[in-house]
């Protein structure tokens, strides 16, 4: 009887340890993000953590898309209108900006878990000190469109909302195809106005949407060359001698809210480019939401906003 005692107390202590470190693995979830080197790797993060900590805009659109904003402590600032109700919640602490974030005021909010994007790479090990940090970005090369489904459910597989994502990115695909429509056997330059100069933008960085996705032939800058950045300085001789058939520009000043900085559109009509076909036929296409395709690409409502700059715009052309 003793035995039968003893194999059963030890039977049940067995279960019991199971038991916890079944309910220990279950208290996280692994994902692919990637490290402060820009490498895909794999990270431990807290299931459904409680307590967030945002210093990336399109991190902080997917989680809001998601219905998780409550549960944001803390937040780097932004000017964009769709997130203000987050940012400006008295509730959730400022953490600097998307490029330099206050390390004490992270700390302080004791967050679960950290998302940045590449900005602020560079700290993803001091970061690190605090909680998991899960680093996204948008992959040139995926394209935004797949960036931003491939991002939001990594999010959403966090706290098991994986099936929420389809729903949200509805419509995209469709919207997509009309603008493909309108781009068919036409040429383009992106171009980024910034410090009164004109760069111009390939298809492997920023504003990638209007080439790679849309579908415009981007004849601005060959294809080997390092753009991702902010572009590559340009004349006006040469956005004559491209003539292209569209000229698409972000305003990056505007975006960043550089004081006393001159409207793209002074810039970049002078009497060079009113000599192209792009600005004689009306198609020069400013992007009416500069502050999102500069600092917020990669988010759910930032793609529906980017989508909209470019259907107004040419629907109207």
Same mark, same amino acid.
């Given at each position: 009887?003793?035995?039968?005692?003893?194999?059963?107390?030890?039977?049940?202590?067995?279960?019991?340890?199971?038991?916890?470190?079944?309910?220990?693995?279950?208290?996280?979830?692994?994902?692919?993000?990637?490290?402060?080197?820009?490498?895909?790797?794999?990270?431990?993060?807290?299931?459904?953590?409680?307590?967030?900590?945002?210093?990336?805009?399109?991190?902080?659109?997917?989680?809001?898309?998601?219905?998780?904003?409550?549960?944001?402590?803390?937040?780097?600032?932004?000017?964009?209108?769709?997130?203000?109700?987050?940012?400006?919640?008295?509730?959730?602490?400022?953490?600097?900006?998307?490029? !330099?974030a206050d390390m *004490?005021? =992270?700390?302080?909010?004791? +967050? &679960?878990? %950290? $998302?940045?994007?590449? #900005?602020?790479? /560079?700290?993803?090990?001091?970061?690190?000190?605090?909680?998991?940090?899960?680093?996204?970005?948008?992959?040139?090369?995926?394209?935004?469109?797949?960036?931003?489904?491939?991002?939001?459910?990594?999010?959403?597989?966090?706290?098991?909302?994986?099936?929420?994502?389809?729903?949200?990115?509805?419509?995209?695909?469709?919207?997509?195809?009309?603008?493909?429509?309108?781009?068919?056997?036409?040429t383009a330059i992106?171009?980024?106005?910034?410090?009164?100069?004109?760069?111009?933008?390939?298809?492997?960085?920023?504003?990638?949407?209007?080439?790679?996705?849309?579908?415009?032939?981007?004849?601005?800058?060959?294809?080997?060359?390092?753009?991702?950045?902010?572009?590559? !300085?340009?004349?006006? *001789?040469? =956005?004559?001698?491209?003539? +292209? &058939?569209? %000229? $698409?520009?972000?305003? #990056?000043?505007? /975006?960043?809210?550089?004081?006393?900085?001159?409207?793209?559109?002074?810039?970049?009509?002078?009497?060079?480019?009113?000599?192209?076909?792009?600005?004689?036929?009306?198609?020069?296409?400013?992007?009416?939401?500069?502050?999102?395709?500069?600092?917020?690409?990669?988010?759910?409502?930032?793609?529906?906003?980017?989508?909209?700059?470019?259907?107004?715009?040419?629907?109207?052309?």
């Amino acid at each position: 009887m003793k035995r039968f005692i003893s194999l059963m107390m030890s039977a049940l202590l067995v279960l019991g340890l199971c038991a916890v470190a079944s309910a220990e693995a279950s208290d996280t979830v692994t994902i692919t993000a990637l490290n402060g080197s820009g490498e895909a790797v794999e990270l431990s993060v807290p299931r459904d953590p409680q307590r967030i900590a945002i210093l990336d805009m399109a991190s902080l659109d997917i989680l809001d898309s998601l219905g998780l904003s409550d549960r944001v402590v803390g937040s780097a600032g932004t000017t964009l209108d769709y997130l203000q109700h987050v940012v400006t919640d008295e509730n959730v602490v400022n953490l600097g900006t998307i490029k !330099e974030a206050d390390m *004490e005021a =992270v700390m302080a909010c004791e +967050p &679960d878990i %950290i $998302f940045i994007g590449g #900005r602020l790479s /560079a700290s993803y090990d001091a970061l690190s000190e605090i909680a998991p940090v899960v680093y996204l970005s948008t992959d040139s090369e995926l394209g935004v469109v797949e960036s931003v489904r491939k991002n939001a459910t990594t999010i959403a597989s966090i706290f098991g909302l994986e099936a929420q994502v389809e729903e949200k990115m509805a419509g995209f695909a469709d919207r997509i195809s009309a603008l493909q429509e309108i781009s068919k056997d036409k040429t383009a330059i992106v171009g980024l106005v910034t410090s009164g100069g004109f760069n111009v933008l390939g298809n492997d960085g920023r504003c990638t949407l209007i080439g790679r996705e849309v579908g415009f032939n981007n004849i601005g800058v060959d294809a080997n060359i390092d753009t991702s950045t902010h572009g590559n !300085e340009a004349s006006f *001789e040469f =956005v004559v001698e491209k003539n +292209p &058939d569209y %000229i $698409f520009v972000m305003d #990056r000043d505007a /975006a960043i809210a550089t004081e006393g900085a001159k409207l793209a559109q002074e810039i970049v009509e002078n009497e060079l480019v009113m000599g192209t076909d792009a600005y004689k036929n009306g198609n020069i296409v400013y992007l009416a939401h500069p502050a999102v395709w500069y600092t917020a690409e990669g988010g759910i409502t930032a793609l529906d906003i980017m989508l909209q700059d470019l259907e107004t715009e040419l629907a109207a052309a």
